[in-house]
């Protein structure tokens, strides 16, 4: 299991038109092969900045996602809206608890 987190800084004016945009790159990323979770979370103490947190059962699928035609598309409009660049972490599953 791989879990990516994408940390964007939307200028505030923007965050209507960023919403819009996620939810489309959300919509459409929830139907590939190997997406196991895909939300997106606004901070509660800092205007315009959200996390996207991404669950994915490979990291070949997390590699296949980045170049999706809706990846591709939506992800420079998002740019577009930023104060500053996103902040991309992935992390990899070590242990399981039940």
């Given at each position: ?84 660049p996103s ?12």
């Open positions: 299991m791989i879990m990516s987190t994408a940390r964007d800084y939307i200028q505030p004016s923007k965050e209507a038109e960023y919403k819009k945009l996620i939810e489309k790159l959300i919509i459409e990323t929830r139907k590939e092969e190997g997406n196991e979770g895909y939300t997106l979370y606004k901070d509660r103490e800092n205007e315009g900045e959200y996390v996207l947190l991404e669950f994915w059962d490979s990291q070949e699928s997390l590699d296949r996602h980045f170049k999706t035609e809706h990846f591709m598309s939506i992800v420079p409009e998002i740019q577009k809206l930023q104060v500053k902040e991309v972490n992935t992390y990899v599953k070590e242990i399981e608890y039940d």
